[in-house]
């Protein structure tokens, strides 16, 4: 017989991937891309708008801080001890992902089951604008470039979808077959079909290009970090009104592999909340402090480098950081005594607590006491190994405060000093589970060999084991190294600026026995008090025990 289509298969309504003729159905491939493509155009037209409202109302930026300040201690720690510093670049990846799955689903829906689409895009904008609004230091506007995204979203998912479905229509519907000559034109269905398609793969092809040409050019106007840096290089610090910190030959011993004394300023730490570093002009910043004083004080950045400051050596630890870990590091910093600045705001007698503000809303909670001690130099830092603040370690101005782990005391980009009692505030990280005062536990660690390291005594036939310890503002008078479970013996200690740092150590191992060996350290502070053997996690006041790795003797 003279067929004029082939028989659609049972079941089929036009719903599956193949149509009459066995041709393709176009949503398979092109009602995902669709999602991706819409969603771009709407995370480059937020992050457009985001410019004119503030770098923080990003939508990703203020779902991941929304993601961030509601996760549980432990889930904190195994992102910090899994994926160690680049654990904020882990989240916003994920965030990333998961927002892919939704345009693709969106996509998908729009195409398929119009209006489900639109729906669900409506639900992750919803998300979005809670996320935005509730953040600590967000303004209603901050709501808009979700808002604005989410609708230029639609709009492109809408305008596509429908194309879409018209040229899945023309792709599906009956073919006549030509009953002239092969040079016949084309039929009616096909050059329908070739219309719907372009119109389709045009708009797509344009929303793509004008998606990435739009948030490319976003990246390069919200670079302010970029002249943030020059401002920030073109600074001069004033020499300490102090004797300058000097490092002796005898702090750093010559020990392959051994963390340097001093810490480098693009190797040292970072753990915070900032998903984006805050950009804080020195020009604009200002320190406030208030509360429960008798004078409040505001001072500029020009003022506060008129101050007589000085010079301390301290060694920052991470609350986070495991037994063992690398979440610790020393370096120099310059700045004012923070009992200076206190003084001149005369705190009430029935005080107790200062809350540090940070530019991004961040709290800390640092007792009052510590920060008056005249024997500790806890420091409004504006300088750290010889020049200005990074920007990623608080410039242009930060609190340095020896003896407590940073979430209590190390706020960064630091706008405000609130003189209050621990009765009456609670400070971010104190509404979370960790407690409010953080001392820092004495703590030691193996740098060299590296655990699960293979050795090979050398021509003497002893192995060199060092690391580093520490007891921030107590100081530390000894450290001790076992083999197995044998007898603990000293190690040799290196010099040290002040209590306030970290030492590094060494120890001989001599003639090591061939085979499998646990190596322990445990240090010793200035008061007598042996580290404890106490094993505990890092929430909620910091991690202890004894470290100890595994080793190889060949």
Known sequence: MSPTAEPASPGTSGRTSRGRGGRTDPTRLWAPLLGIASALGAFAVAELVALVVG???????????????????????????????????????????VLAVAAVAAGILETRRPPWGTVLLVVVGAVGVLAAVTRPDATPLWALPTVVGVGVGIMLLRTGAARLRAWRGSALSPVVAPTAEPETPLSATRRREALDRRSFLVFAGLTTATALVVGGASRVLSAGSRALTAVRDAIRLPAPAGPAVVVPAGASLDVPGLTPYVTPNDEFYRIDTALRVPEVNPDDWRLRVVGLVDQEV??????????????????????????????????????????????????????????????????????????????RESLLAVGMNGEPLPLAHGFPVRMVVPGLYGYVSATKWVVELKVTRFADDVAYWSTRGWSQRGPIKMSSRIDVPRSGASLSPGADGDVVVAGVAWS???????????????????????????????????????SPEKGSHDLAVRATDTDGTVQTSVKAPPAPDGSSGIYSIGVTVA
């Open 472 to 510: 921030q503002h107590r100081g530390i008078a000894g450290v001790e190294v076992r083999v197995d479970e044998g007898e603990w013996e000293q190690a040799e200690l290196a010099e040290t600026v002040s209590a306030d740092t970290w030492r590094q150590w060494s120890w001989r191992w001599a």
């Open 55 to 97: 770098s923080g109302s990003s939508p990703v930026l203020v779902v991941g801080a929304g993601v961030v300040d509601r996760v549980p201690p432990w889930l904190k720690d195994f992102a910090v001890e899994t994926f160690g510093t680049a654990d904020k670049t882990v989240l916003l990846l994920g965030i990333v992902v």
């Open 298 to 375: 505001e001072i500029s950045f020009d003022e506060l480098l008129a101050l007589p400051l000085v010079e301390h050596a301290t060694t920052l630890t991470c609350v986070s950081n495991q037994v063992g870990g690398d979440l610790v590091g020393n370096a120099v910093w310059l700045g004012y005594p923070l009992r200076d600045l206190l003084a001149r705001a005369r705190p009430h007698a029935d005080a107790d607590m200062v809350l540090s503000r940070s530019a991004d809303g961040w709290t800390a909670s640092t007792p009052l006491d510590v920060l008056t001690d005249p024997g």
